[in-house]
């Protein structure tokens, strides 16, 4: 059974930091590409990041480049992403998902399981 279970979610300030993980088991968590995406109240999900299997290649939205860093432990089997300088409208639930195709990083659909959900609540 595969399952991908995030954590770290929570209340914080504008201009705080958050790291959220991504326990993976019941695949071959080093042979895929893993993301990051996230839906705001009364939005469509949204790509945050992504990142090969290798960590060698990685992806961003637009809305979080050179605010949040995507990284994996293979070791570990898990996913992070690191949030910093985070905003109001950084709020949303945020989801990790694995990528089936090896690419089309921004595209959910090349995504087949994902976690439940973690909420993010940023304050002004």
């Known amino acids: 059974q595969v399952q991908l279970v995030e954590s770290g979610g929570g209340l914080v300030q504008a201009g705080d930091s958050l790291r959220l993980s991504c326990a993976v088991s019941?695949?071959?968590?080093?042979?895929?590409?893993l993301g990051w995406f996230r839906r705001a109240p009364g939005k469509e999900r949204e790509f945050v990041a992504a990142?090969?299997?290798?960590?060698?290649?990685?992806d961003y939205g637009d809305s979080v480049k050179g605010r949040f860093t995507i990284f994996r432990d293979n070791a570990k089997a898990t996913v992070y992403l690191q949030m910093n300088s985070l905003k109001p409208e950084d709020t949303a639930v945020y989801y990790c998902?694995?990528?089936?195709?090896?690419?089309?990083?921004?595209?959910?659909?090349?995504?087949?399981?994902w976690g439940q959900g973690t909420q993010v609540t940023v304050s002004s």
């Open positions: 998902a694995r990528n089936f195709r090896y690419n089309d990083y921004h595209d959910e659909g090349a995504y087949d399981y």
């Open positions: 019941g695949l071959s968590f080093s042979t895929y590409v």
């Open positions: 990142l090969s299997w290798t960590g060698g290649s990685t």
